[in-house]
């Protein structure tokens, strides 16, 4: 691999591979590295060691430590993905994290919710501190105050009403 790749401005079209990526205003369709770091730019797919966002934003990332603030990942997966005052489709991680932000799913050995919106939360261990909404939450253990939207009564609730009207409808 190349020792480091600064990258601004215009989007680069093809795998990129270097020790150290630096990103800055601009874009690379895939990229893989020892660390990555973006700032106020964009990559398709991304594999490394660690990856740091500020103001960017990642389709797929696999890594070690993922830290996003201020920005956004579709699909986030590694050994501690953070996110904070940002976006995430999902994240899987062994040590999540989710600060002031918004996620659609979050699932992990230990997740820790912040003052944040998520949809679905899944883990051994998760922690709910301040104000925060989740609408399922399905875990080993919670810390803090949670009120989940849909808890398991809920859901089986939810499931066999679904499946009454799906078998009334059936028969039309």
Same mark, same amino acid.
């Given at each position: ?15 990129? /591979?270097? #020790?150290?990526?630096? +990103?800055?205003? *601009?874009?690379?369709?895939? @990229?893989?590295? =020892?660390?990555?770091?973006?700032? !106020? ?35 986030? /997966?590694? #050994?501690?993905?953070? +996110?904070?005052? *940002?976006?995430?489709?999902? @994240?899987?991680? =062994?040590?999540?994290?989710?600060? !002031? ?52 009564? =809920? ?18």
């Amino acid at each position: 691999m190349a020792p480091t790749t600064t990258t601004t401005g215009d989007d680069a079209t093809e795998t990129t /591979r270097a #020790d150290r990526i630096e +990103l800055s205003q *601009g874009g690379i369709r895939d @990229a893989e590295a =020892g660390s990555i770091s973006i700032t !106020q730019g964009g990559i398709s797919t991304a594999t490394a060691e660690a990856i740091d966002i500020f103001q960017g934003g990642i389709g797929r990332a696999s890594a070690t430590d993922i830290a996003v603030s201020s920005g956004g990942v579709g699909v986030a /997966r590694g #050994d501690t993905v953070s +996110l904070d005052r *940002g976006f995430m489709g999902a @994240a899987f991680g =062994g040590e999540t994290r989710v600060v !002031q932000s918004m996620a659609q799913f979050v699932g992990g050995r230990d997740a820790l919710i912040d003052q944040s919106l998520v949809m679905n939360v899944f883990g051994g261990r998760v922690t709910i501190r301040q104000p925060s909404a989740i609408a399922v939450l399905i875990a080993g253990r919670v810390e803090g105050s949670v009120r989940p939207i849909l808890d398991w009564r =809920g859901a089986l609730a939810f499931g066999a009403a679904f499946a009454v009207v799906a078998r009334i409808l059936r028969r039309r």
